[in-house]
């Protein structure tokens, strides 16, 4: 699993998230509104909602592990984006 501070950091984003979302290879999201999921399912995305945190930590880090090495997790909100875990910024032990 993810460790401090990140783990800390998307727990946090996750208590207010409407769901996640992967491309299947690097781009993972955190979408914070029901507009941002529903806009992500129009892209073609697998929007995930409705799930405690605990679960959502648990299928991030299984899409982490299977993405390219080009991974990242951000936050989309209004469809702003902001960086929670940028490319190349964790280092899985």
Known sequence: MFESPFKEKLEKKLK????????GCHKIYILMTEEDSI???SYGYDVITNMPVEEWMKELWEW?????SLKFITEVKNRNFEDIISQFEYEEN
């Open 16 to 23: 207010e998230a409407n769901g996640i979302c992967w491309d």
């Open 64 to 68: 982490w592990k299977l993405s390219c």
């Open 39 to 41: 806009e992500s399912e």
